[in-house]
């Protein structure tokens, strides 16, 4: 599957729990919504996804991916140490420049 730049960066840094390379695929001002929360910004982008891998160790494994000129929708196996794992789970991205503004996971 030949994925864009970010979202190959973005799966990377899941899989390898480098929360500074993830919250680096973000823009300055990007929001995150995952498991009814909100987070704002790069440094709560990365202390969340920082704090998620710790306790779920959580990886991914891209399925598909489709995109028009703003917006994609990634879904991938995720598998880790949590209840119900692997779940495929649906990423509905928005981007700005060659940056995630916008990610919602479901």
């Known amino acids: 599957m030949n994925l864009p ?4 960066d973005l799966v ?6 480098d929360s500074a390379a993830f ?3 973000f823009s300055e001002t990007a929001e995150v919504v995952d498991e009814g929360k909100n987070y704002s910004g ?3 982008i990365k202390n969340w996804i920082a704090k998620s891998a710790k306790e779920y160790n959580a990886v991914m494994k891209p399925l598909t991916f489709e995109r028009d000129a703003e917006k994609g929708v990634l ?6 140490t949590f209840p119900g794992s692997p779940l495929v789970l649906t ?3 928005e981007f ?4 995630i503004n ?3 996971i479901h």
């Open 91 to 93: 990423y509905n991205l």
């Open 23 to 25: 919250a680096n695929c």
């Open 102 to 104: 916008s990610l919602e």
């Open 75 to 80: 879904k991938a196996e995720v598998s880790g």
């Open 42 to 44: 790069r440094t709560e």
């Open 12 to 17: 990377n840094a899941q899989n390898n729990f």
């Open 96 to 99: 700005e420049g060659k940056l």
């Open 5 to 8: 730049e970010v979202i190959q």
